[in-house]
Each structure stands twice: as structure tokens, then as C-alpha cells.
């Protein structure tokens, strides 16, 4: 039972330092890693307690209920939204009021209101609801399966995402939709039919939660336009699997979002067989001037503006006294998307005349503006609004949600005391995301090529596809030839806070791959070599972030460790106020079991020996083979020249080493540490209540100990077979805060690793093995361990920066205490 707790101890420890790891270091993962995790560290605590009331049936049977309450406040985190039931599979868009926008998805919800109360000329249509989402995977049993996945996702690699995207999209392009759903489907279609005619096609684009919200999830999600009776089926599985794809994983991840915080509603509109279509912004989103408004058009279907590919025209209008034209910009509207044979599209060059003619007249923009006031004035805040006309000049409105403008901090965050002096390489286009920022070009010639961006690179593009979104992480900017303020990456660039220079002409091909430059996006200027910025300001909606909340929620009853004094009054299951807690109340009270170090029996049972040492330790070491000369048996306490260990007279060596001053202290703020730290970061000499603990033979050591709040376990054989032999170390925990934590673990890696060890470390958890090595040399590495955790007790109270660790590594290591390393 022993050997269990502590083997599911280290596995504790290992998930606490992982789930730290990503909070602190803002690893973006799906909240399904960390829901995993915490099973596992549940089931490893339960585990824990398991054991401990085995090797003492009667002293700690409350502490299982200490560790239930915890664990239901944890649990109640990841416990799923209720759900309306029972709930329509399909509502038209006529039907849908207040209280439908989770069954709806905010697209087709806001959709309806401005249909429901402004009267505004809507599309006919209806939403397949979120409910038939959830009706849809539970069917097929589909949830199981994706949250598995999202468990082992990693967004920051394209190969990870395209895997787990490949594999969703076919499980729900061959899963069947249920009867139900699929004839409620139909019959809603039907009803658009008998209104429309029979060959009525119909637009199917997503609703999903949160979708067109503060989070506008801009061309991530999938639309299939044209769409007849025979092929609705098939696209609303293509639309829901669109869910899965790897720009809308990294989309939802980046922003904190869960799979279920996003259900996919469907919207199902009739088609207009439009001659121009486009966006409108009522207010400036690079200033959130509300002074102006601008209307951006193109021929046919809007998908190209929106979707990057074709710059549009423009319109700015003033919006006192009343709306009125004020500027007017033309594009080169080269291609059209229009409505293409049998329910498909089609892409089209467009003649030469129509290319540089206006796509919008005057009296049509005027009608699309006040139309965009009453709807600006209905939310209460500016909107992102895209339309379209018929041919016979109606404007109907397809889609409204909040205009995403930089804010006013983002803006006075610019540093405008940079003066840049390097030579102009280029001037011009349209800023879609104010900022400033350095790196080397990288042109991309098609999309094949996104996987081979770097980190710190410009992105030089033709367009601004939205797909673009799932290399985010590794661009400092993006220059496109083409594309529009409006379009959907422009959206998600403002979103992020990534500079975005849009519509710069055919100029920027003359731009040379690998070039380091400076871009000012929001002067619209490209200067030649890199430029000493600072760090981008940090978005203000991250501590907004649902996935860092419900994180660092979790970890208020995970990490912190409040039974530092197991001699304390409070140091019994009812003072455990985290799991944390609960672990070291459970290794403590396992140790003293299993060494007898209390009198509770009057004797020690077990054998355990408490040596004396020059050390200021309390160590109680327990003799399994040969570990002890025969005259020591029989004595409660020992020396260590009765140990008949090597590997412990080589640790101990090491902790010898005259470079080493047990008595010297750190240099940082006492008043902020208690006795432990004031004690040089070690516990009085004969405080049994910091105990060390030594499981010995004559060839091998297993050293579980303590240095104040940092703990290090050190197990080890060392025989004449060097096949055999091995050290294994973990170094774990402190008193510092994550940041020292975690500066101390880079100082003990990079010393270890200089010494051969192979080293993995998460947060502040260090592994550590060196295997297969002669007996002396294990002996001598053994020794250099010892003078290791002599000399990084309380190095994380006073461990501040890179520097520092650089300073520590050379003082300590090379010249104080001659720590080269041996082959």
C-alpha cells in the first residue's frame, strides 16, 4: 500500500504541474485536456486516501469527506448548460422571440428580431436548432468521441488540428441524421416551397452559440449557398461539421470557448438573386468614431468581399444631419460570384466596364444607411451588417452583429515616441488592425505553404482568407494585396490585436521574402529592417478569457498548499482546504506510518533509525537488505558511518561539500516567509514534524526529502551491473511564486542536463534519469546531486529573472563549487 501512495503521489504532482503549466504559461487547450486531468488527479487522490486508510484503518476516515467536498466544487465547473427540453427541431424565423436565442444561435436569433420588430425586409426561412445539434451527436453517439479528441488536440500544430478535423468531419458526413429531425427538416423546407415555388433554393449558413456575439467566429464556420430540396440534408451535415474545421478549433480555443459554449443552429434563408452585395460599418472600427459610417459593395454574392478575396468599393457617409455622401472609393471588382447550374455557384470575370463602375448608385446607398441607423439604434452600438439587392433594386439584410472597433486603450497603447528612420519600402493600402510590429516577410504563394510559416513572421498574402486564422499564433503582422477592412479576417486580426495592412495593390509583390521590416499598419507605412519595439499590449478581454476563469476557479481548490507545519494544530484532514492539502496530509501521515516516526505504539515496529548528521536534518532511514552495519540494528538512532549505502554516502557527500553553508541565508524579503525560510530553507534539526525519509540496501536508496516547502525524491541503484543501474529524481514544489517556482526548475534542468541526465520538466516539477552507467560514475553523479539540492534550497524566493539563473548556473556550479560536468 506504501508503494501505491507514493506511486500515485508523483502522479499528483505530475497533473498539478501540468495544469499550472498551462494556466501560467496560457498553453491554449481545449477545456476537455484539463477536464481529463483533473479525472485523472481525482482518481489518483481517492487513490491516495485509499491507501492511507489501509495502513491506518481507523486514524483518517474523515478525510475522504474533506476530499468529496472539494471535489464537488471542482466537478460542478465542468457540469454541461441545461437544456430546454422539449425543444423544437426547426422554428421559423417569424416564430422565433426572446427567450429562443440558445435553441437559435445568435446569427439567426438576431436575424429574427430585426424581422420581428423592425419590420426590416428579411429573407424568409427558419433555423434547425441547437436542440436538433444535441439530438444529431447523441443519435450517433458523437460526443464520446469528439471530447476524447479534444482532450489530445494540440492547436499550436497544424498536423494536430487537420488530424482531429479529418476524423470529425467524416464521422459527421456518414452519420445519419434521425428521422425526426430529417422530416421536420423537410417539412419546414416544404413550407418555404409552397410560399416560394417548388424550385425555391435557399442559403444554409451557421448559427452557432456565441457566434456573431462578442466572439464573431468571422468566416470559420462553413455557408452552402444555392441548396435545393435533394441536397439540404447533405449541407446542413456539412455546415455542422464546419464546426470541427481547424480554423473554427483554433478560433474557438484561442478565445476560451468550449465545445459545448458553441451548439450549431443552422439558419436556412431563401436566396436572393442578388446583383450587388456587401457590408456595412456603422461607425470607423480602427477609431469607434460614430461620426461616419461606411457601406462596402461588390457584383453578386458578398462571400468574395467577406471572404478576402476581392477588394470592394466603398462609400463613407456623414451621419449628421442627416446621411449624406462624403467620399466615394472604386475597386477593381475583377471577379462575381453568382448562381452557378444545378444549386451551385459560380465564379466569374467581370467585363472591363462593370470592374471600375460603381456596384452601389447614390440614392441605393442613402436607402442602405438609414436602413443601418435603425438598426444601430435598435442594439444600442455600432453593427457589422451585410445586405445584398435584388435585381430590381430591394436592399434586404442578411446578418447583424456588433462591430468589433479597437478599443480606446489599444489605440493610446501605440507608441507614439518611436520614431522609425529606417528607409520607406512601401506606403499604402487600407489598415484593417491598427499596431506596430517587426519580423521577416514570408510571401505566401499558396495555402499549402501555412504549415511552413514561422513564428515572428509578416504574412504578405494576394487575400485574407479566413483559413489564415490558424497560424495567427505565429504571425506579428499580415500585408494583403487584396482584401477589405470589411472582410472577415480583418474582423478576427482587430479581435486579436494583430496589425493588418488590406488592399495594397499589386505593389507588395515587389516585396522580397525573408526581408526583415517594420510595418506601421496603422500609418499604412512598410520600413526596411527590424525595429526595437516593445511588446504588443495584451488584449483587455483576456482575463475575460471562460477558459483561464473556469482554469484558475479550478486551481483555487488545487493548487495552494496551507499544512506547511505538520506539527500545527491544523495539520489533520479537517485544515485540508485543497487537494494540494490533502496530498501532503496523506504522504506525511503515509511516511510516519510506514517509519513509525510517532510514539503512538511506544516503539518503532518498523525499523526505522533516525540518523545523526552534521546536517541540520531530521532523516529516519528504514534498513530493507544490508543497508546497516549489524551493530546498528538494535539502536533508534545511527550515524552515517553505520549506513552501509553507497548511494547514500555519495548524496551525502554532496550535501557535505564545504561550498555549501547550511547556515547561510537567502537574500530577499524575510517578513514575507515564516520560520521555514528564516531556518535557511530547512527545518530545525530536530523537527521531527520535516522529517526526511530513507528507504535503503546495500545497492540502492529511494530519498524522499524535504527542503522547507520544495520536496525532492531521489531513487536510485547503484551495483556492480551497469545494466541495472539508474538515478531517477524528481524535484517538485517551493515557497516562491510560480514565476520563482518555475526559474528554479530551468536552473536545476539545465544543470542536470549539463550532467547527462535526460530532464522533462512542467511548471515547477522536475524528472530527471540517467540509466545504464558504470558504478563509479553513478556514485560520482550521485555526489553531484547532493551538491545540487544543497545549493537550490529557497532559490525560488530569490530567483527573479533569465539573468539570474545565467549568474547562479556560473557562480555555483562552475567556479564556487567546481560543478563541472563528468563523463
Not at 328 to 344: H, I, N, V
Not at 374 to 385: K, L, M, T
Not at 796 to 815: C, H, I, P, Q, R
Request: proline share 5%; charged share 25%.
Amino acid at each position: 500500500m506504501f508503494k501505491k501512495l507514493l506511486e500515485h503521489d508523483r502522479r499528483c504532482h505530475e497533473l498539478i504541474a501540468e495544469l499550472e503549466d498551462i494556466y501560467y504559461n496560457e498553453k491554449k487547450v481545449d477545456i476537455k485536456r484539463i477536464e481529463k486531468r483533473y479525472a485523472e488527479l481525482s482518481t489518483a487522490v481517492a487513490t491516495i486516501i485509499t491507501c492511507l486508510t489501509h495502513m491506518s484503518p481507523v486514524a483518517y476516515n474523515n478525510l475522504r469527506d474533506y476530499f468529496q467536498k472539494i471535489d464537488a466544487y471542482i466537478h460542478y465547473i465542468f457540469t454541461p448548460p441545461t437544456r430546454q427540453t422539449p425543444a423544437p427541431f426547426t422554428i421559423p424565423l417569424s416564430a422565433i422571440d426572446i427567450d429562443d436565442r440558445q435553441m437559435a444561435g445568435d446569427k439567426a436569433f438576431n436575424l429574427a428580431m430585426l424581422l420581428n420588430n423592425l419590420d426590416l425586409k428579411v429573407p424568409s426561412g427558419f433555423v434547425i436548432s441547437t436542440a436538433a445539434f444535441h439530438a444529431f451527436l447523441e443519435h450517433n453517439n458523437l460526443q464520446m468521441v469528439i471530447d476524447e479528441r479534444l482532450a489530445r488536440l494540440d492547436i499550436t500544430k497544424a498536423e494536430s488540428l487537420q488530424r482531429f478535423s479529418d476524423e470529425i468531419s467524416a464521422l459527421v458526413g456518414n452519420a445519419e441524421i434521425p428521422p425526426a429531425i430529417a422530416e421536420t427538416i423537410i417539412a419546414s423546407f416544404a413550407a418555404l416551397q409552397k410560399k416560394h415555388g417548388a424550385a425555391v433554393q435557399v442559403a444554409m449558413r451557421s448559427s452557432a452559440g456565441l457566434e456573431d456575439s462578442e466572439t464573431s467566429f468571422a468566416g470559420q464556420y462553413k455557408s452552402e449557398l444555392h441548396v435545393d430540396r435533394d441536397s439540404l440534408l447533405a449541407a446542413y451535415k456539412r455546415v455542422v461539421a464546419s464546426k470541427y474545421s481547424p480554423r473554427a478549433l483554433y478560433y474557438r480555443i484561442n478565445n476560451g470557448l468550449s465545445d459545448l459554449d458553441t451548439p450549431m443552429a443552422v439558419l436556412v434563408i431563401v436566396m436572393v438573386d442578388a446583383v450587388a452585395s456587401g457590408v456595412i460599418y456603422t461607425a470607423d472600427p480602427a477609431t469607434a468614431s460614430t461620426q461616419t459610417m461606411a457601406i462596402h459593395s461588390l457584383w453578386g454574392l458578398g462571400e468574395l468581399l467577406v471572404g478576402g478575396e476581392v477588394s470592394p468599393d466603398t462609400v463613407f457617409l456623414a451621419r449628421e444631419p442627416s446621411p449624406h455622401i462624403i467620399e466615394r472609393r472604386l475597386a477593381d471588382k475583377f471577379k462575381e460570384m453568382t448562381a452557378g447550374p444545378k444549386g451551385s455557384v459560380q465564379i466569374n470575370d467581370v467585363d472591363e466596364q462593370r470592374r471600375r463602375t460603381a456596384s452601389l448608385a447614390d440614392r441605393d446607398a442613402l436607402e442602405l444607411a438609414s436602413i443601418a441607423l435603425e438598426i444601430e439604434a435598435f442594439y444600442g452600438e455600432p453593427q457589422d451588417i451585410e445586405w445584398c439587392q435584388d435585381h430590381g433594386k430591394s436592399p434586404y439584410i442578411l446578418q447583424a452583429r456588433p462591430l468589433r472597433c479597437e478599443t480606446k486603450q489599444a489605440r493610446q497603447d501605440l507608441p507614439a515616441e518611436i520614431k522609425i528612420s529606417a528607409p520607406l519600402l512601401f506606403e499604402g493600402g487600407e489598415c484593417a488592425s491598427s499596431g506596430l510590429a517587426s519580423g521577416r516577410l514570408f510571401l505566401l504563394e499558396n495555402d499549402q505553404q501555412l504549415n511552413d510559416v514561422p513564428a515572428g513572421s509578416i504574412l504578405v498574402t494576394q487575400c485574407t482568407l479566413p483559413i489564415y486564422v490558424r497560424v495567427m499564433d505565429r504571425l506579428e503582422a499580415i500585408i494583403s494585396e487584396r482584401g477589405s477592412v470589411a472582410g472577415h479576417f480583418s474582423s478576427v486580426a482587430r479581435e486579436f490585436g494583430l496589425p493588418a495592412l488590406v488592399n495594397a495593390g499589386p505593389a507588395v509583390r515587389q516585396l522580397q521574402h525573408g526581408t526583415e521590416v517594420t510595418i506601421c499598419a496603422h500609418k499604412r507605412t512598410i520600413y526596411q529592417g527590424l525595429t526595437p519595439l516593445p511588446p504588443r499590449p495584451a488584449l483587455a478581454r483576456k482575463d475575460k478569457n471562460p477558459f483561464r476563469r473556469k482554469l484558475k476557479y479550478i486551481l483555487g481548490f488545487v493548487s495552494p498548499l496551507t499544512l506547511i507545519d505538520t506539527g500545527a494544530p491544523n495539520f489533520s484532514p479537517e485544515g485540508c482546504r485543497s487537494l494540494h492539502d490533502i496530498i501532503r496530509f496523506s504522504h506525511e501521515k503515509g511516511m510516519q506510518e510506514m517509519f513509525a516516526t510517532g510514539d503512538r505504539w511506544g516503539t518503532r515496529p518498523h525499523g526505522a533509525k533516525k540518523m545523526i548528521s552534521a546536517i541540520p536534518m531530521t532523516v529516519y532511514v528504514l534498513d530493507v537488505g544490508k543497508g546497516l552495519v549489524d551493530a546498528a540494528r538494535n539502536r533508534e538512532e545511527i550515524s552515517l558511518s553505520e549506513i552501509h549505502c553507497l548511494a547514500m554516502h555519495a548524496v551525502w557527500a554532496g550535501l557535505c561539500h564545504p561550498g555549501i553553508d547550511w547556515g547561510q541565508q537567502c537574500h530577499f524579503d524575510w517578513k514575507s516567509f515564516d520560520n521555514v525560510a528564516l531556518a535557511g530553507g530547512i527545518a530545525s534539526k530536530n523537527a521531527d514534524a520535516f522529517a526526511s525519509y530513507a528507504i535503503i540496501s546495500h545497492d540502492y536508496l529511494n530519498l524522499n526529502m524535504r527542503f522547507g516547502y520544495h520536496f525532492t525524491v531521489l531513487d536510485t541503484l547503484c551495483g556492480p551491473d551497469a545494466n541495472n543501474n539508474y538515478i531517477i529524481l524528481r524535484f517538485a514544489g517551493g515557497g516562491g511564486d510560480f514565476k520563482g517556482r518555475t526559474l528554479r526548475v530551468e536552473f536545476v534542468t539545465r544543470a542536470l542536463v549539463r550532467l547527462g541526465f535526460s530532464v522533462e520538466s512542467r511548471g515547477d516539477l522536475n524528472d530527471a534519469r540517467l540509466s545504464h552507467q558504470e558504478h563509479d560514475l553513478i556514485r560520482d553523479k550521485l555526489n553531484m546531486v547532493g551538491r545540487l539540492l544543497g545549493v537550490t534550497r529557497l532559490l525560488d524566493m530569490t530567483l527573479k529573472n533569465e539573468e539570474m539563473v545565467e549568474g547562479y548556473l556560473a557562480d555555483f556550479f562552475v567556479e564556487k563549487y567546481d560543478f563541472a560536468p563528468q563523463n
